[in-house]
Nanobody, 127 residues
Framework: QVQLVESGGGLVHAGGALRLSCAAS????????MAWFRQAPGKEREFVAG????????VYADSAKGRFTISRDNANNTVSLRMNILKPEDTAVYYC????????????????????WGQGTQVTVSS
């Protein structure tokens, strides 16, 4: 059974930084695109950043461009999200997700493309 486990969330002041990690178990994730989504209270889940299976392509939501960096370590089966210059509007539960199809040519921003999800990690940014 494939599992994704996120870590690294917490409480930080505006302008601060956090690094989220997602560890996969149950299979090698190196052939699957990975993504981070987030969901704030009362809002729909939204795409934050994604990375291709090879790591050669990355996609970011406009809100994340210039502040967040997604990366992957296929040798250790992990994906990370470095978040800098955090803002109160970044407050949400952050989820790691794996693409349902291997070696997809593009990184999708659509949640239903991803069929394996972690339990989420809370990020709270105080003003």
């Amino acid at each position: 059974q494939v599992q994704l486990v996120e870590s690294g969330g917490g409480l930080v002041h505006a302008g601060g930084a956090l690094r989220l990690s997602c560890a996969a178990s149950g299979r090698r994730n190196s052939n699957y695109a990975m993504a981070w989504f987030r969901q704030a209270p009362g809002k729909e889940r939204e795409f934050v950043a994604g990375i291709s299976w090879s790591g050669s392509a990355t996609v970011y939501a406009d809100s994340a461009k210039g502040r967040f960096t997604i990366s992957r370590d296929n040798a250790n089966n992990t994906v990370s999200l470095r978040m800098n210059i955090l803002k109160p509007e970044d407050t949400a539960v952050y989820y790691c997700a794996a693409d349902r199809l291997p070696t997809r040519a593009i990184v999708s921003t659509t949640p239903n493309v991803y069929n394996i999800w972690g339990q989420g990690t809370q990020v709270t940014v105080s003003s």
